[in-house]
């Protein structure tokens, strides 16, 4: 060989072929009646071995108030905060000097998940969820609108928090 | 004659469709029992347990488009599906699949066509089948199409000699090439069938008939690692199909070829009555049984095999066709020429079986010899040149 490559030969005397393959195939053999690890996606979601993690972040959710009303009060740092910047917020006043937002949308496409929003969220009103089946029609279904984020019922992410890394 | 006209023709079809079914059959449980091998559930949707999988995989490889290359040769790129398919069905023709089935108008055997020569026929049609996979890797005008064609034909010329060989000691055995009295042969008793008196052959037989049909561990022809998909790479929808069903139905001929010669055929194991006149259709029913159960186990160990081993590389795979497989197959010929020379003409003894055992003990011994002295890191080689080469 023209590099210096260390050739370790095999002892000949451990190896075999005919052997081995037969050694492979009582492998392969009790796998057959092994129990299986496939979970059968549409209709079983999650398994004693495996679920989704609480700290999943996916598509968002605005927890509203008693009322029914967003909890948002357009404070304005989740899109300063946004890394992608697909948070659009357009700030309203009602007359008791409220703050809410008249335009809420977050742009689904453009989300990289952060999660930041949530994390600086005053109000605790956006969340990102514990949520992954978002198939859509067309692309601009992707943009939801404040009616859509409020609508949302699916469990929100819990952040990772510093004082407690494992989540227990 | 109009009966035999009309049996022949009515043999042919139900052997051809029987043979279909089990290939869509096969292409199923092969993906169930890979999947289950590796703890998976495999395709169960379609159907009951996937039943109708091969149906929907049909109906989408019909409904496919069909591509042409522009540099290909159009006659032999259409051509060589077929050339590849019909000699994986003609060698069913031969194979002995049940006691005779007596009709009201005589006693029909149940084989399509009971040739005097029917195992020289089998050896012919089968190196026909090479003739499809060279030329659809020809005609596709593709550098790794013609690989796979090129390694196609290098393997399975090589491992034919070695497929014959090993058959020509059951030869010896029947004395006769007719494939139902070769099965009659081993009816006299378990110890008969052939693969006790004949294991290393046997043996060498399998390992051939993986060669022949291109399957794990000796599929080099399509290796996807090195040559995407090799001499099918570009053929599409119904064309691919019928690659994929000759190879399926090669699969299915060779089982029940090594069910035929080495396990006694339709033979029912541990009984008589099953063996000789009065013939009836019960008969005729169990003996199919037991020959389809046996075809059905060859086919099991074909995706056992398949997903259990590595693929060879090319220079392990010559090596273990002309270095080990041959001088193997030769030389066991000629001891076990030496031994039924000694046992029938020395001792004077008919072939029965206190013979066969004998044969077997011999076996027994150089199974020992072969698997636990000589495969020792020789059989295959090791991935590494010797140094200083």
């Known amino acids: ?168 | 004659m109009t009966f035999f006209l009309i049996a022949s023709i009515v043999k042919i079809l139900v052997v051809f469709t029987i043979l279909m079914v089990g290939v869509a059959g096969l292409t199923l449980v092969e993906r169930r029992v890979c999947a289950w091998m590796q703890d998976r559930l495999g395709p169960n949707r379609v159907g009951p347990q996937g039943l109708l999988q091969p149906a929907a995989d049909g109906l989408k490889n019909l409904l496919k488009e069909e591509t042409l290359p522009a540099a290909a040769d159009r006659v032999l790129f259409m051509l060589a599906p077929a050339v590849a398919f019909v000699p994986a069905l003609l060698a069913a023709a031969v194979i002995p699949f049940g006691s005779p089935l007596p009709t009201p108008w005589g006693v029909v055997p149940l084989v399509v066509a009971d040739l005097p020569i029917g195992f020289l026929y089998i050896i012919a049609i089968g190196s026909l089948g090479v003739y499809g996979i060279v030329l659809a890797g020809w005609s596709s005008n593709n550098k790794y199409s013609l690989l796979g064609g090129l390694r196609a034909s290098a393997q399975m010329i090589s491992y034919e000699i070695a497929l014959g060989m090993s058959t020509v000691a059951v030869l010896l055995l029947s004395g006769n090439v007719s494939l139902s009295d070769i099965v009659a042969g081993q009816q006299r008793s378990l110890a008969t069938w052939n693969v006790f008196p004949l294991s290393i052959a046997y043996f060498i037989f399998v390992v051939s008939a993986f060669a022949e049909t291109n399957r794990l561990p000796f599929d080099l022809p399509e290796a996807e690692g090195e040559l995407i998909a090799g001499y099918h790479t570009e053929y599409s929808a119904m064309k691919f199909s019928m690659f994929y069903i000759a190879e399926y139905a090669n699969m299915v001929t060779a089982s029940a070829l090594m069910a035929t010669l080495f396990f006694g055929g339709w033979d029912i194991p541990f009984t008589h009555w099953d063996n000789g006149p009065p013939w009836t259709v019960w008969k005729s029913l169990a003996t199919l049984g037991a020959f389809t159960l046996k075809t059905w186990f060859f086919l099991f160990l074909y995706i056992w095999v398949r997903w259990t081993l590595p693929r060879f590389r090319y220079d392990q795979l010559m090596a273990l066709g002309w270095k080990v497989m041959l001088p193997l197959a030769l030389g066991y010929l000629a001891l076990l020429a030496t031994a039924i020379w000694f046992l029938h003409v020395r001792l004077g003894w008919v072939y029965d079986s206190r013979f066969a055992l004998a044969l077997f003990a011999g076996n027994v011994a150089l199974g020992i010899l072969l698997f636990f002295v000589v495969d020792r890191g020789r059989l295959i080689g090791g991935s590494v040149a010797e140094a200083g080469s």
């Open chain 1, 1 to 168: 060989m023209a590099i210096g490559v260390k050739v370790l030969r095999r002892p000949t005397s451990e190896t075999s072929y005919v052997r081995a393959t037969l050694q492979g195939m009582g492998l392969t053999l009790q796998h057959l009646f092994r129990p299986k690890v496939t979970m059968q996606y549409p209709e079983e979601k999650s398994s004693p071995d495996w679920s989704i993690s609480d700290r999943w972040r996916g598509t968002h959710r605005m927890l509203t108030d008693e009322q029914g009303r967003a909890k948002c009060v357009a404070c304005g740092l989740c899109p300063q905060i946004c890394p992608a910047n697909c948070i659009n917020l357009v700030p309203g006043e009602d007359e008791q000097g409220n703050r809410y937002p008249l335009i809420y949308e977050i742009d689904e496409f453009r989300c990289v998940f952060c999660g930041y929003c949530q994390e600086v969220c005053p109000e605790e009103a956006i969340h990102v969820g514990v949520h992954y089946e978002n198939a859509e029609f067309s692309r601009d279904r992707f943009v939801y609108d404040l009616e859509r984020l409020c609508a949302q019922t699916h469990p929100v992410s819990t952040l990772w928090d510093p004082a407690d890394p494992k989540g227990e």
